[in-house]
């Protein structure tokens, strides 16, 4: 038999595959059919993700490498198939086939897969940022998925550079909530941020005018400005400075402090460091 004609039969073979499925309840297939694989390695990661699904419900390996040799039909897929028919020819039509559905996934992953997909996922992962506009919970997931790709799955060797990463990343005020291992920072990471949005969310009657100021942004100018005067800018009452203000407690306003905020306190306090370094103690107040 030529490879058109078992190209042919191959074909009238799928199609009694798929009936069979069909009315066969104890194998129902729920899956969505994968899209036809053209050879491209940029897409090949999610056509073998779908196609692994849609053949859990095939009963043997030979019907399941037919069924993925009809998804191979375009560009490189589909030469690399009609080479893996012509040599497998035999097997393919015999019902005592001795091909294996591992070794045929072994064989298609060996041309397809990016051997680089590893090394690309710990680089993204090692270049990402959480940005003010993502939530916690998109930016862990994305998290996950390039730590899983990139092979950083060794709790024992993995868990501290995991970590140190995440806390270079993640927004400041999130940062408080890393832990010691990657899984508890991770929960703890979306337990704050949870936590946030529901004190966000109340409003109740009672809250004085000192806790609705919690809910807003703290102005750096205003910092400055209360600063310079010796003023505590979370009550505005001269006498004391923020740490030690009993109005508003300190997480709350490290929680409400914007960016750049964060940015410019920072330098503010590269600057006094400076300061402290270089001028004598005589006359020198240094600031609150």
Not at 51 to 80: C, H, M, P
Request: proline content about 2%.
């Amino acid at each position: 038999m030529d490879a058109d004609t078992f190209v042919s039969s191959l074909k009238t073979a799928l199609t009694d595959t798929i009936r069979d499925l069909a009315t066969d309840r104890g194998s129902k297939n729920h899956a969505e059919r994968p899209d036809h694989f053209d050879g491209q390695r940029a897409s090949y990661e999610t056509f073998r993700r779908n196609l692994l699904l849609y053949v859990q419900a095939i009963r043997t390996d030979n019907e399941k490498i037919v069924t993925a040799l009809s998804f191979l039909t375009k560009g490189d897929a589909d030469a690399w198939a009609q080479l893996y028919v012509q040599q497998h020819t035999d097997d393919l039509e015999s019902s005592a086939s001795k091909l294996k559905w591992i070794d045929f996934l072994a064989e298609l992953d060996k041309r397809f897969l990016d051997p680089r997909i590893a090394e690309l996922a710990r680089e993204k992962l090692f270049r990402m940022t959480q940005g003010r506009a993502a939530d916690a919970e998109t930016f862990l997931a994305t998290f996950e998925d390039l730590r899983i790709k990139g092979g950083l799955v060794n709790a024992e060797h993995h868990d501290t550079i995991l970590v140190d990463y995440l806390k270079k990343a993640m927004w400041p005020e999130l940062v408080l909530a890393i832990t010691t291992t990657y899984d508890s920072s991770k929960t703890s990471a979306l337990a704050t941020i949870d936590t946030l949005k529901m004190l966000k969310a109340l409003k109740d009657a009672d809250y004085d005018k000192a806790k609705i100021e919690i809910e807003k942004p703290i102005s750096y100018a205003k910092f400055k400005e209360a600063r310079n005067e010796g003023r505590c800018f979370k009550c505005d009452e001269k006498g004391h400075i923020a740490r030690d203000c009993k109005a508003r407690e300190l997480r709350h306003v490290v929680r409400a402090l914007s960016n750049e905020a964060w940015e410019e306190l920072a330098e503010m306090r590269r600057a006094d460091a400076t300061a402290n370094a270089t001028t004598s103690d005589e006359g020198f107040a240094p600031p609150q």
